[in-house]
């Protein structure tokens, strides 16, 4: 078992920064353990935004956040962040983390993952 906690959202202008944090507690995460953060808005599905190995390697993202978000990991800690910049409305939703710990997914599907947390409010005004 797995247990997870998000942490670091709230309320912030548009253009502003948030870092979430999930922390990762229950069992040894192995290196090719994936970490996905998804998200979800009022009425819509949720949707993958960014994925990382437990490892650190073969970080990626959806084209809506690429080269505003960024996903790393603290092993000692057992945390994977994200880095958010230049946030704007439509970054609006709860962000969730999750943990796949089967070997050879690409960890783009929510499928693809085992564990989730309970999620954190992350909205931004225009």
């Known amino acids: 078992q797995v247990q997870l906690v998000e942490s670091g959202g709230g309320l912030v202008q548009a253009g502003g920064s948030l870092r979430l944090s999930c922390a990762a507690s229950?069992?040894?995460?192995?290196?090719?353990?994936?970490v996905g953060w998804f998200r979800q808005a009022p009425g819509k599905e949720r949707e993958f935004v960014a994925r990382?190995?437990?490892?650190?390697?073969?970080?990626a993202y959806a084209d809506s956040v690429k080269g505003r978000f960024t996903i790393s990991g603290d092993n000692a800690k057992n945390t994977v962040y994200l880095q958010m910049n230049r946030l704007k409305p439509e970054d609006t939703a709860v962000y969730f983390c999750?943990?796949?710990?089967?070997?050879?997914?690409?960890?783009?599907?929510?499928?693809?993952?085992?564990?989730w947390g309970q999620g954190t409010q992350v909205t931004v005004s225009s």
């Open positions: 999750a943990v796949g710990v089967v070997p050879g997914f690409s960890g783009f599907s929510q499928s693809n993952y085992h564990y």
């Open positions: 990382i190995k437990w490892s650190g390697s073969n970080a």
């Open positions: 229950g069992r040894t995460l192995d290196n090719y353990i994936i």
